[in-house]
């Protein structure tokens, strides 16, 4: 990677705050930013074309992107991850799975780093080290995707919603993080369900003093009776 020294040592930072790369020494992650190159993709650019990313690994640096199927006929939007910094991707390319259908749009204007999946996978037989990380990297996201389908399946929308919102909550800042400013399209689509049935139930939580609401910002008001509705919804 042809860039400046300051922006290589602000690579270097992001990498090895990474559980995927925990305890990697610093030549190795030089190794990787050497064949990595970097790009900034706007916000709102929607990648259709997946198969052409299926030559590619990339590690975003800043900004979010989201992970979400489509159904035309339905004309509805089911959104399966939302990926931030330090997080990877595409996952099943790297392990030679089949191509799989998923598209990707980002939410904010996001810096990634492009790696061809030939390159990467060399540089992993030569670090094999990060096995062990990519493998607990892996079992979360399967952990998460379990827990997205039983929730699917077992809860209604206002469990799902109180659920989305308590996993976004950090209880050390009092804030709601990933999720605050995404518009209620957006939320909707992450639990699966319509924008209107979610607004009914954002009123529903603010009438109850869950929440407050303000332009693309919801301020957890009561923590208990948001962990309530998480197990018995209504």
Not at 92 to 106: A, G, I, P
Not at 131 to 144: D, G
Request: hydrophobic share 40%; proline share 2%; glycine share 2%.
């Amino acid at each position: 990677m042809n860039i400046g020294l300051e922006k290589y040592r602000y690579y270097t930072e992001i990498l090895s705050g990474s559980k995927l790369f925990l305890e990697l020494p610093y030549s190795s992650l030089n190794e990787l930013l050497e064949i990595a190159s970097s790009q900034i993709w706007p916000k709102k650019v929607c990648v259709l074309d997946t198969h052409k990313k299926c030559y590619k690994f990339y590690i975003i640096i800043s900004g979010r992107l989201k992970v979400y199927n489509y159904d035309i006929e339905k004309d509805r939007q089911l959104t399966i991850f939302i990926l931030e910094t330090q997080d990877v991707f595409d996952i099943c390319s790297l392990m030679n799975c089949k191509r799989h259908k998923v598209y990707y749009e980002t939410l904010d204007e996001a810096e990634v780093l492009s790696i061809p999946l030939p390159a990467m996978k060399r540089w992993i037989l030569q670090n094999q080290r990060f096995n062990k990380n990519f493998l607990t990297y892996v079992i979360e996201k399967m952990s998460y995707l379990q827990n997205y389908v039983v929730d699917m399946v077992f809860q209604d929308a206002s469990s799902r919603l109180a659920n989305l919102i308590y996993k976004n909550f950090n209880t050390h800042s009092n804030k709601l993080e990933t999720i605050n400013d995404l518009t209620h399209q957006e939320l909707a689509a992450i639990i699966g369900t319509t924008r209107a049935v979610l607004n009914r139930h954002l009123q529903k939580f603010k009438e109850d003093g869950i929440i407050s609401l303000s332009r693309k910002q919801i301020t957890v008001l009561d923590v208990a009776q948001l962990m309530d509705k998480c197990q018995n919804g209504h």
